[in-house]
């Protein structure tokens, strides 16, 4: 049962028959095996906060199990010397099992990490099919350039696999970010280590599992299950891993390349923290300002990088935009996830759920107004209202710091110069969005706001070939489109002599 976001959330009400969870162990080497340690540590379901089952708690002695079984397959195993097109074939296979499992893997998301289970099966677990068909037909397609070198000598360049990989992943979209890293890093011909969020462990391993199925060989993919300071850690100092890719926190993003430079020297790509701008100009549609507004605040409760967290409104329209945003915060129907009425389930776990409330109860001491919500709802779970704060300063912590959380700021600004300073006034750069009817506003500002991807007249549209990282905090390095691929594929030249040839 659910109800509008200002009344209570009965959260243990199942609208689901949720299957049972079959893999809960880490996956190494092909196998599903208990920790070194035997440790377990609890799943936790955010409608109740109550516990769904043990899942292997790994540490630093499992990594090092997964990183000798991940340096033998690419040291001495089939996938990096299939040919691209056989790789390509085994990850078309997974895309397949994955859309057979549907209706299972988006359950296990929505139970462990509070998702709306019907949009886990409209956009999440569909993205993971359509992540591994496009970078499975990239496969077959990489290769170097012919050099034109100087003098007597011919040159060219490879792209090999950069070979083990590791992959630390956040809670907010588990199964996303799981195909984000693993996708381009098979096709390449590499192999993977994943740590998946302590909160979100269960569709990961699932994954794991159709993976094998598949065909992808033993040791290729390995996911260790496992907190950031143990697990985390020992991938990110870990002497035989070569790369590591996260998303995360700007915070850990730091410890990780601390890490890698005293460890190895291993390079790594940090998708980061946002605080994200969106402006809207007086000319702009104020329905569809509002809707796309709300939806990039809002959608999958707040927790997302790149949410329109800071919408700076001009003057001519801020009124009417203020009340649309209201009345669509106060329709919101916030509830159990299983639920096909509800728009938004609970905040994944405790910690993220004290830290928004944290943060709303800031606003209200800097001064900003509560037009509405602000509140948690039900005396189980993790939900919040959806909260709109207005008269919101630049320098109010709920404007700076990334709350990842159902929390919006509203501002009001007068001209596009001011906009566009005011929205470079952060120190993340992920993510930015406009809204105008006039294209050399747009153009404007899409040059001027310093992030890595701007939507105009949109927002939060992603796009397998659309690279998608950030500037400033918010990390380097890209997911998605074959920019993606590249980093997980090192150059080499290689170069010989030519005598006597008869030109240069």
């Known amino acids: ?43 936790i379901d955010p409608r109740t906060g109550e516990a769904i089952t043990l899942v292997s708690k790994g540490d630093k002695e499992d990594v090092d199990l997964a990183v000798k079984a991940a340096r033998f397959a690419f040291d001495n195993g089939p996938w990096p010397r299939l040919s691209g097109s056989e790789r390509g074939r085994i990850l078309m296979k997974l895309a397949d099992l994955i859309e057979e499992n549907i209706e299972e893997i988006a ?98 391993l699932y994954y794991a599992h159709l993976a094998k199925l598949a065909g992808v060989p033993d040791g290729v993919l390995n996911v260790v299950n496992g907190y950031g300071e143990t697990a985390g850690a020992a991938i990110s100092s870990h002497m035989d891993i070569d790369k590591v890719s996260f998303t995360g926190s700007t915070e850990v993003g730091r410890k990780i390349m601390v890490a890698a430079a005293t460890s190895n020297l291993k390079p790594v790509s940090l998708e980061l923290g946002g605080k994200s701008p969106l402006l809207i100009f007086d000319d702009a549609d104020v329905d569809e300002a509002a809707n796309i507004a709300f939806n990039g605040m809002f959608f999958n409760k707040g927790e997302i990088c790149v949410a329109s967290s800071r919408v700076y409104v001009q003057e001519g329209i801020y009124d009417k935009i203020v009340d649309k945003l209201v009345e669509k915060a106060k329709a919101l129907v916030v509830g159990d996830p299983f639920d096909p009425q509800v728009n938004q389930g609970p905040q994944t776990d405790k910690k993220q759920f004290e830290k928004i409330l944290s943060y709303i109860e800031h606003g209200k001491r800097e001064g900003a107004t509560l037009l509405t919500g602000g509140k948690h709802i039900g005396q189980k779970g993790y939900y919040i209202q959806p909260t709109i704060f207005a008269d919101v300063k630049d320098d109010m912590i709920v404007a700076k710091n990334e709350i990842f959380g159902p929390v919006m700021s509203l501002m009001k600004f007068k001209t596009m110069e001011e ?66 691929l590249n980093q997980y594929l090192q150059i080499k030249s290689v170069v010989t002599p030519i005598h006597d040839s008869p030109w240069h």
């Open 1 to 43: 049962m659910a109800d509008h976001c200002n009344g209570s959330s009965h959260s243990s009400e199942s609208f689901a028959n949720i299957p049972p969870i079959k893999f809960t162990k880490l996956f190494i080497n092909g196998n599903f095996v208990d920790s070194v340690s035997g440790k377990t540590f609890e799943a």
């Open 107 to 204: 359950s296990l998301d929505a139970i462990n990490g509070g998702k709306l289970f019907s949009l886990c099966k409209l956009i999440d677990i569909p993205a993971a099919s359509m992540a591994l068909r496009y970078y499975a037909g990239a496969a077959d397609k990489i290769h170097g350039t012919v050099l034109k070198l100087s003098k007597g000598l011919q040159g060219y360049t490879l792209r090999e696999p950069i070979g083990v990989v590791g992959a630390i992943i956040p809670w907010n979209f588990p199964t996303i970010m799981f195909f984000m890293k693993v996708a381009p890093a098979l096709a390449a011909g590499c192999t993977i280590v994943v740590k998946p969020a302590e909160q979100t462990p269960l569709s990961a």
């Open 419 to 484: 906009g566009i300073k005011r929205a470079n006034n952060t120190t993340y750069g992920l993510a930015a969005g406009v809204i105008t009817k006039d294209l050399n506003v747009a153009n404007t500002v899409s040059r001027s706001v310093r992030a890595g991807v701007v939507w105009i007249n949109c927002y939060t549209v992603f796009d397998m070939d659309c690279p998608y990282g950030g500037y400033k905090m918010s990390g380097f390095g890209r997911d998605y489109g074959l920019d993606a």
